[in-house]
Every structure is written in C-alpha cells, then in structure tokens.
C-alpha cells in the first residue's frame, strides 16, 4: 500500500532556506541584545563613576541611585538601539558570508532581498520596540528621572554650607556657621522666621550634618540656646539646650513638565492648544533671541524626535544588509564597506540629534519632515537596492 500524500511537505530548498532564515533570526537577535544589554550597561557604569560617590556621601541609598540610572535608560535606548541593531546585523551576515553560506544560499537561486528577510524582521520588530519607548517608556522614566532629581536637589541643598555666610535653607529659615571642625561646625547661628507668630533664634557652639530616621537631612546643634521672640508684644525669652536637632530638607518646588514627560496624547495636545510656532511672525517678534528654544519649539522638536528616532533601526538595517550583500564580498572591500556603513548609521543618529536641536530654536513642520525623511529614506533606499538585485547571487 502506497503511503498518503503530503501535500503541506516543504520542497527541499524551501525547508532548508527557511531553517538557515530562522538561525539567523535568532542569532542577530542574540548579538542585538547582549550588544544593546552591554551599552546599556556601559551608561550606567559611567553614571555610577561620576554620581554614586557624592549621593553616598550625603547620606543617599544605592536604590536612589538605581532609581535615577532606571529611570534613564528607556531614553538612552531609543538612541542605543539603532546602531546595535546595525552592529548585529552586519556581524551576523559577515560571518554567514565567511563561512561561505550566502555564496551556497545564492548558487541555489537565493536572491539578496530573500536573504535579507531575517534581518527585515528584526529591523520591524526593533522598530515597533522603539516606537513604545519614544511614546510611554521614555516618558514614563524621564517623568522618574526629574522628580528624582527635584528630591536629590532638595536634599543636598540643605548640605551645601558655606563659613561666614548665611544660607537659605528655605523660604524665612536661615543658617550661618563661622567654622568646620572634625566633619562638624563650630558656632553656629540659625534664624528661623517660618512661624510669623514666633521667630525664633539658635546659637550653638557645635553642629552637626545628620541624616534622620526617615532618610530626612538635619542638623544636630549642641550646647546652645533658643531665643524667640513675640512680634505682637516685642517679648523675647530664652531657652537654653544641651542638643537640639532640625531637619534641613528644602522643600520640593514647583516644576514645570518638561516635553520629554508628556505622553503622546498629552504632547498632541499641548501642540494643539500652544500658540503657533510655525508662523512667521513668532520668528519675527522672537527677533535676536531666535536661537534659542522656545516652549513651543520643544514641544515641535520631542514630537518630531518620537516620530523619527525610531524609523533609525530600520535604516540601519538595510544598511548593514547593502554593505555586506553587495558585490564584490570578499577581503578587504567588504571590510571597509561594513566600516563605511558604520560611520554612515553613526551620522544619521547625529544628524537626527542636530535636527531635533535645530527644530527646538526653529520649530517649522517642514523640518520636521526633513527629520522623518533623514530618518526613513536611507533605509527604503538601501532596500531598493536589494531588491534591484534581485537576481541570485
């Protein structure tokens, strides 16, 4: 008896091409992270070297600093992605070519644009990555990041003491100190107006910086006393103290959103209900002062930059795939094609950096369409090219 058909059994070539289309997925996948894992990494070692010391130093915990580094990393990674993705897709290739697989893939009658099909896959997949950071990951962690660094400032205010001057710890609270001893200060006068109905005096001959149970900053005064006085009867009297301690922290103030916390639907409405940046007589009446970045131009240029930045993966795709794919493939020339393709990825993320910069002094919708078309054109070319060459390799 003769065995059934199996009509949905792939042909040979087919079943082999789309293995190989698989590993290489998978293996560009791998590269992509560990390479965008180890940038990432890379960013938080430098931040750690130049913050963690000092936020130590004043009594801050490593999470505070975890927080911030956290909280900074969607952003960095929309910019990081790109040229990972670049370095993994060509990586990738050059070793299938070195190891003679696209030359046996193409004698069988593969096309360059078919052996590009993992590499497009990815590319979307990073894309559409990209594309959730720039609208709610990168907002959410800038949102993060600036309350964080409104609460690090608050707090290290309350340490930065100068001899000899009085210091604004916050608004009617005063602090001045005449010297430093062993990490402490000697003579040390504070005026505290915070209560109008009682102001309030301290000396003391020792002080010293402290961080509270609750993580709060203050300062513990030693042999002193307290003077107040009523405004309303002009009577004083004085309390004297053998410690006596005052929590410094500044209050939090109130800040304004930056554009880079808004989420999508919020920057669209902000854009909407602004005044128009685009006129002519904005850049007019801005006149001498049109260099410099106005609220509306922020809000033009982060909407442009959500749009663009991510439209990089794609590029730099397609012109890893064009540098390696391309013939002649071998020695020396594919090497300085892939180092050329390089510094190419690496200037179109510079050129969308400068656009976004020049977009925020400049705001104009055409701009902004240079910005996507700066972003998005290599990549369609690079891709007609692939597919020009259609015939095997």
Known sequence: ?????????????????ALWERCMFKNALWAFLAL???????????????????????????????MIVIAMMPGFCVVIMPLALYLAVAGTWLRAEGDRELTI????????????????????????????????GAPAGWHVFHQEQERVKSRLGAFMVEEGAFMRLAPQLSLMVQGHENGGFNDVMLDDGRNPNQLVTLLARHARLTTGPNGQPQ???????????????????????AHHALALAVPMRERSIEPAEYTMLSLLAELRHSPQPLSMNLMR???????????????????????????????????????VLKRPRRGRALKMSVLFGGVVAASLTMANLAFESHLASHPTWTGGSAMVLTALM????????????????
């Open 219 to 241: 300062i513990m005064l030693y042999d002193g006393v307290r003077q107040s006085v009523d405004p309303q009867t002009g009577r004083a009297s004085e309390l004297g103290f």
């Open 105 to 136: 893939l193409g004698s069988g009658g593969v096309s360059p644009l078919q052996l590009a099909r993992p590499a497009l896959a990815l590319a979307g997949l990073v894309t559409a990555t990209c594309y959730v950071l720039t609208l709610a």
């Open 1 to 17: 008896m003769a065995p059934p058909p199996f009509p949905q059994q792939l042909h040979p070539r087919q079943a082999g091409s």
């Open 285 to 323: 009446k801005v006149g001498e002062g049109a260099h410099q970045k106005s609220p509306q131009g922020r809000l033009v240029a982060e909407f442009w930059h959500r749009v663009s930045a991510p439209l990089l993966a794609f590029s730099d795709a397609m012109l890893a795939l064009l540098c």
């Open 378 to 393: 290599p990549g369609l070319l690079c891709l007609a090219m692939l597919g020009k060459a259609g015939k095997p390799i």
């Open 36 to 66: 965008t894992g180890g940038a990432c990494g890379l960013v938080g070692l430098t931040q750690s070297l130049r913050f963690l010391p000092p936020l130590l130093r004043h009594g801050f915990s490593l999470g505070d600093f975890l």
